[in-house]
Structure formats: C-alpha cells, structure tokens
C-alpha cells in the first residue's frame, strides 16, 4: 500500500477530532467535505456557521452536515477559553480583556480547544501565513517535555528505490527554526527519528549533516553538529545517529565506506537532519524539483500535540492529506 494510502486507513481507526479555523475557505469546506465522506476524522470548523452552510450549498458539498461548526465570535465556552489563555500567559501579563479578543480569532481558537481537550489536533495556514498559524502554538501548547523547538519535517519520496528505505527519506528541519543551537539541533533530530517511525514507518538511521565528515573540516558550525550528534544519542539511545557527515557520506554505499568505515549510518541514512533551517529548506525543494521527488509536508514535530502548517498555494487533496497526517500525529506519535 502507498504511505498516503496507509495513512488514511490508520486515521480512520484513530477517529481524531480535527479544527480547521479556516472554514470559509473553499479548498478547506471542500477537503472537509472528503475527509467527512470519508470518515477519515471528525471534522470541527470554525466560522459563523450560516457562512459554512451557504457556502456549502455554493460548493454542492454532501457532507458538511457532519461537522461540528462552531461560531469563533459566540459560543458558550469563550469565558473559560481567555481564563485558560490568562493562566496560560499570566507571567507575560496578559489581560482578560486582551484574552477574549484574541479568542475570537480562529487560529487562537484552534489551539484553546487543544489545550482544553475539545480538540486532538489542528491543521490551517490555506490562507494564513505560518507565523501567525505557528505563533498561538507556541504559545498555548508548547512543546512535548524535554523538547524546547518545534522543527518540520518532509517525508521525501523518491522515483529511485534506491535512496533511503525503498526511495523513502525524511528531511529536517526544512521549515521552522532559523538557526538552531546544538542542544536545539539534537531535539530536532530526536523528533524526526521520531517522526520517520511513526509516520513514514522506518526505522530511522539518522545522518547529522554538515560539509565536513568525522573531522574532515576544522569550523565552528562542525563542532555545533558534532556536539547535536552526541547530545541525540544521549537524549534517544533507542535510535541510531551519527555524525557529522557530508550528505554524499550519508547517502552513498561506497563513499559512506570509504569515508567513514564502521559507522552504521554512513551511506545507508534514510533521515537527514540539516544544521540549519536554509539547508534543510534548501535540499528538500532541490531534491523535489530536481529528483521529481514527491515531499509530504511539511509536519511539524516537538509540539504537545498536533498543529500543521498548510502552504497557502495548497490543494484540497495536500489538506486531505494533512488532516490525516495529523490524526495519526494524535493516534500514536505523541
Ligand atoms: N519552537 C518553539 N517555540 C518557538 C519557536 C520554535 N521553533 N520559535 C519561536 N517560539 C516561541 C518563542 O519562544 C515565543 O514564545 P513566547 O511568546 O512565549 O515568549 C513565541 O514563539 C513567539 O516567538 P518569536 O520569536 O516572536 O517568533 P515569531 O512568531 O516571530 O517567529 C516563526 C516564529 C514565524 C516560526 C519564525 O521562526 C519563522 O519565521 N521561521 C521561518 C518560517 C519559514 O519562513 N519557513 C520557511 C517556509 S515553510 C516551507 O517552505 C515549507
């Protein structure tokens, strides 16, 4: 079976609650549409619901009915969401006042009924751009107990078999954190290992990547992945992590070996963890572009529970997609 495929059939028996704040948008009504057609997840969106009706009709869509639709402007829990936010924020003074107005936008919305329980997981930014998805986030949900970055991964999947697991990869970070510390670097690659045994299905063999190879270059940006290696393994000693090494060394049987011999990752890795975010963003459009190399994501990892970030030039099906994913982020990874 496809992993795409593979992905839903799990989110189905997970039967995950999913917000969608952006829920006057069609691509969204229409991929809701699916996915309750589907039984994929159960869908909450949020909007005026006289909005998702008439658009629905619009739309010709069957299965909207199915939804649970909440009105982000009137609804009987919008006290308890801004004391929660309150609470949540008392050291950085935030008032009840500046609480309930901010509960009345959607993507604030979404992740107050996370953290409350009435939700499993979100998925926006169709028409919203990343920071103000990933900022509430942050913000509300925080990050999983020991992990103080959230970073983006790709499940990179390649036309020859020959790469990773079956033309399988997993790229990151390719989407989120600027310039990560070594301490920060080693989380990142503990959540993509993470990431690529439960949602790609892999045992992960994660490559540390930089342009030096066991000592090859002498630079400070070296040592800051020699020390993220060291710190991976300590912090996840169930997975398998080397470095640093040059993404040929990773990647190729008989450069691996001849660079690098001995090392169980070297020239076989199936997970690439970049040392900053240009060259993990960088590699992952390179190889999608240049390898005609699908790349599923990107999926956000290191938070308390699932949030995804869509590209605002989405299709309806990348948000099929990504509501799936995201269940099974809420079903077993977390
Ligand atoms: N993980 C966890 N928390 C974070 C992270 C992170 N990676 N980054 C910021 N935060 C927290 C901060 O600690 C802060 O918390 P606080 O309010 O409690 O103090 C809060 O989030 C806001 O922090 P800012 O520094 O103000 O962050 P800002 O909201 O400006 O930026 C953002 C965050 C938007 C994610 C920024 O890091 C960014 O722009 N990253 C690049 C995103 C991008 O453009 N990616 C490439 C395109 S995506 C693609 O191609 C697939």
């Known amino acids: 079976m496809e992993l795409m495929d593979k992905i839903k059939t799990n989110a189905k028996k997970f039967n995950k609650r999913i917000v969608l704040p952006e829920a006057w948008e069609e691509r969204t009504l229409r991929a809701a ?10 869908i909450i969106l949020l909007e005026n619901p006289e909005v998702v009706h008439r658009e629905a009709l619009k739309f010709g869509l069957k299965n909207i009915g199915k939804a649970t639709i909440i009105d982000p402007a009137d609804h009987e829990k919008k006290e308890a969401y801004a004391d929660l936010m309150v609470e949540i924020r008392k050291s950085k003074g935030l008032t009840k006042e500046e609480a309930l107005k901010l ?5 604030y919305l979404a992740t107050l009924m ?12 169709a028409n919203n751009a990343t920071g103000d998805v990933l900022r509430p986030a942050f913000q509300y ?7 103080s970055v959230v970073s983006g991964a790709f499940i990179m999947i390649m036309p020859d078999k020959k790469w ?3 033309g399988m990869m997993v790229f990151a970070d390719c989407a989120v954190h600027p310039n990560p510390t070594a301490q920060e670097l080693a989380e990142i690659a503990v959540c993509t290992a993470q990431t690529a045994k439960a949602i790609a299905e892999i045992t992960p063999k994660v490559a540390m990547l930089s342009f030096s190879t066991k000592g090859s270059a002498k630079h400070e940006m070296v040592d800051k992945v020699v020390l993220a290696t060291k710190l991976a393994q300590e912090m996840a000693p169930q997975f398998q992590f080397d470095g640093e090494l040059q ?9 691996g070996k001849l660079k690098c011999p001995g090392s169980p990752i070297a020239g076989q890795a199936n997970v690439l963890v970049f040392p900053t975010l240009e060259s993990g963003n960088i590699a992952y459009k390179l190889v999608q572009r240049l390898a005609n190399a699908e790349a599923i994501g990107p999926v956000l990892q290191g938070l308390a529970a699932p949030i995804n970030d869509l590209s605002r030039g989405c299709s309806v099906s990348d948000i099929v997609n990504l509501v799936a994913i995201t269940a099974n982020q809420a079903g077993g990874s977390y």
């Open 114 to 125: 996370i953290k409350a329980g009435d939700a499993d997981g979100e998925v926006a930014g």
């Open 164 to 166: 990773g697991e079956g």
């Open 141 to 147: 949900v925080k990050t999983l107990p020991g992990i």
């Open 103 to 107: 509960i009345e936008n959607p993507l």
């Open 33 to 42: 549409d699916i996915l309750l057609g589907e039984g994929i997840a159960r």
């Open 247 to 255: 993404a040929d060394a990773a990647i190729v049987e008989s450069i």
